[in-house]
Nanobody, 129 residues
Framework: LVRLVESGGGSVQAGGSLRLSCAVS???????????GAWFRQAPGKEREGVAV????????YYADSAEGRFIISRDDPNYTLYLQMNDLKPEDTAMYYC???????????????????WGQGTQVTVSS
């Protein structure tokens, strides 16, 4: 059973930084290496939205417009960990942040949460002005 556990959330002031981590376990064989990794977030009363995606091997990264230039997604495959470095945080970044993994078809919308098979429980990020 694949398990994802996020950590690193917290409360910061606007302009601050946080680094989220996602510990991945339970994959068999090399299947994790062929999976995309992603970070989504969900604020109260809003739909879950994709923030950043990283392809297998970390070859490509994709960012939502709201994250471009401020967030960096990375993966440490030998240690089965995904990261999201968040800089210059803004109050509108306040949300529950979730990591997800899955095999995403070429050409598919990588920010669509539906194809991701595995999800963590989330870590709260709160940014005050």
């Amino acid at each position: 059973l694949v398990r994802l556990v996020e950590s690193g959330g917290g409360s910061v002031q606007a302009g601050g930084s946080l680094r989220l981590s996602c510990a991945v376990s339970g994959y068999t064989g090399n299947s994790y290496l062929y999976s995309h990794g992603a970070w989504f977030r969900q604020a109260p009363g809003k739909e879950r939205e994709g923030v950043a995606v990283i392809s297998p091997g970390g070859i490509s990264t994709y960012y939502a417009d709201s994250a471009e230039g401020r967030f960096i997604i990375s993966r440490d495959d030998p240690n089965y960990t995904l990261y999201l470095q968040m800089n210059d945080l803004k109050p509108e970044d306040t949300a529950m942040y979730y990591c997800a993994t899955g095999r995403i078809a070429s050409g598919a919308n990588k920010f669509d949460p539906n194809p991701y098979q595995n999800w963590g429980q989330g870590t709260q990020v709160t940014v005050s002005s």
